[in-house]
């Protein structure tokens, strides 16, 4: 019966080929449930049937980066809030049973009960051409990697004349090698058979690694365009700035404080108290590729930036582990990466370095001999080829003393 009046909560159990729909009043009561195909006329026809129950306030999707993510794209173009909603509790599947319509029903019930907090992941633009990306660049590599063992192993049980050729190469020169070899003779033939072999895997690796040349690039335009103070910061590279994006999604804002960002990642420890012990425990759950991404991060600073040395060297003086400064730090490092993605400050072009080097007639010689680096490393920078927020500031303050010294020497 249609209320206009009443407000009213949708649930959806999403799958491949339907979604099954559920809605509830305010109060809890089950008013209807329904099934719709997974298609844009589906979808028009779903949030029709829940209005026709009254004011639809919000709806709970199960699955809206999966089998859910058309629907949750289309909710948010009808200006319906969507929560994200996980499976129903294995405790609660147990006492009532399992079917769509009782997930559907679950799922409006955590979006009005509050059990279900989190805003859904925007798609529509740059950060989900990164993941997309991303994801055909991690394929690739994963598949070099395995013809680059598949390469080692086969020379293992080569002939000998084969092993000995190529059995003490690096996987670089060994691909190099095989690549250029030339078999001639029976393809019958163990040696020439497996020569071919090797050339075939050797070829395809090298697709590969021309592959990952072209999605890296890709993706550091990318990346450099969406958030540059991320990709500037310490420690942070294409393949690092990539999953932290993806993880954080086009509307990082949707996370409440850094302690949120935190536990998407799996860096937040977890309280396991009981009575009078008092105590935290590591997080397991948790995006285990952003929680990946800090842990990369962290490693880096650690052999090379000063002050995250000093740090690890005072608490190892206070007789913590190496593990537990790794888990300190991967939660300080989640905070200073939630401030960047929420806030980006504003990042000195490397063009724009370059143009005021050529105005004050420096040479890079000169720049990396007053800032202690090299001269690639300022070309690099210049080119926007290599990213640090600290040292482009550093570098674009030195500029400005040294144009402001060369003036007062003219004058």
């Keep these: 019966m249609t209320q206009p009046n009443a407000t009213i909560i949708g649930g959806v159990d999403t799958h491949k080929e339907f979604h099954v729909?559920?809605?509830?009043?305010?109060?809890?009561?089950?008013?209807?449930?329904?099934?719709?195909?997974?298609?844009?006329?589906?979808?028009?026809?779903?949030?029709?049937?829940?209005?026709?129950?009254?004011?639809?306030?919000?709806?709970?999707?199960?699955?809206?980066?999966?089998?859910?993510?058309?629907?949750?794209?289309?909710?948010?173009?009808?200006?319906?809030?969507?929560?994200?909603?996980?499976?129903?509790?294995?405790?609660?599947?147990?006492?009532?049973?399992?079917?769509?319509?009782?997930?559907?029903?679950?799922?409006?019930?955590?979006?009005?009960?509050?059990?279900?907090?989190?805003?859904?992941?925007?798609?529509?633009?740059?950060?989900?051409?990164?993941?997309?990306?991303?994801?055909?660049?991690?394929?690739?590599?994963?598949?070099?990697?395995?013809?680059?063992c598949q390469i080692r192993d086969l020379i293992v049980t080569a002939p000998e004349e084969i092993r000995c050729l190529l059995g003490d190469l690096t996987t670089e020169h060994r691909v190099e090698r095989c690549s250029r070899l030339r078999p001639v003779g029976d393809p019958a033939d163990p040696v020439v058979g497996t020569k071919l072999a090797l050339r075939f895997l050797a070829r395809r690796y090298q697709s590969f690694d021309t592959e990952m040349d072209d999605l890296e690039q890709l993706l550091d335009q990318l990346t450099t365009a969406v958030n540059p103070s991320l990709k500037g910061a310490k420690g942070v590279g294409t393949d690092t700035a990539a999953?932290?994006?993806?993880?954080?999604?086009?509307?990082?804002?949707?996370?409440?404080?850094?302690?949120?960002?935190?536990?998407?990642?799996?860096?937040?420890?977890?309280?396991?108290?009981?009575?009078?012990?008092?105590?935290?425990?590591?997080?397991?759950?948790?995006?285990?590729?952003?929680?990946?991404?800090?842990?990369?991060?962290?490693?880096?600073?650690?052999?090379?930036?000063?002050?995250?040395?000093?740090?690890?060297?005072?608490?190892?003086?206070?007789?913590?582990?190496?593990?537990?400064i790794v888990r300190c730090l991967k939660r300080y490092v989640a905070r200073e990466i939630f401030r960047l993605l929420v806030d980006p400050k504003e990042v000195t072009n490397g063009a724009d370095l370059r143009r005021l080097r050529h105005e004050h007639g420096i040479t890079l010689t000169q720049v990396a001999s007053a800032l202690g680096t090299t001269t690639s490393k300022v070309s690099n920078i210049e080119r926007s080829i290599y990213h640090d927020t600290n040292f482009t500031e550093r570098y674009l303050a030195w500029l400005n003393e040294a144009g402001f010294s060369g003036a007062e020497k003219a004058a």
């Design 21 to 148: 729909a559920a809605v509830i009043d305010d109060v809890g009561r089950l008013l209807g449930t329904s099934s719709f195909r997974a298609t844009a006329c589906g979808y028009d026809e779903l949030v029709c049937w829940m209005r026709s129950f009254g004011d639809l306030a919000m709806v709970g999707v199960e699955g809206t980066g999966c089998y859910g993510a058309g629907l949750a794209r289309h909710l948010a173009t009808e200006s319906v809030e969507v929560r994200e909603v996980n499976r129903p509790s294995r405790q609660t599947r147990r006492r009532k049973g399992k079917s769509d319509p009782v997930d559907a029903e679950a799922a409006a019930r955590a979006a009005l009960n509050g059990e279900a907090t989190g805003l859904v992941k925007r798609k529509d633009g740059a950060v989900e051409s990164i993941r997309v990306l991303h994801l055909a660049y991690y394929s690739a590599r994963q598949s070099r990697s395995k013809v680059a």
């Design 243 to 324: 999953i932290l994006l993806v993880a954080a999604g086009e509307n990082p804002e949707r996370f409440k404080n850094d302690s949120a960002f935190a536990a998407l990642c799996g860096v937040s420890p977890v309280q396991a108290s009981s009575g009078k012990t008092q105590r935290h425990r590591l997080n397991r759950s948790g995006n285990r590729q952003a929680n990946h991404a800090l842990w990369r991060i962290v490693r880096i600073r650690m052999i090379w930036d000063p002050t995250t040395k000093a740090y690890v060297a005072r608490r190892v003086a206070e007789g913590k582990s190496e593990r537990e």
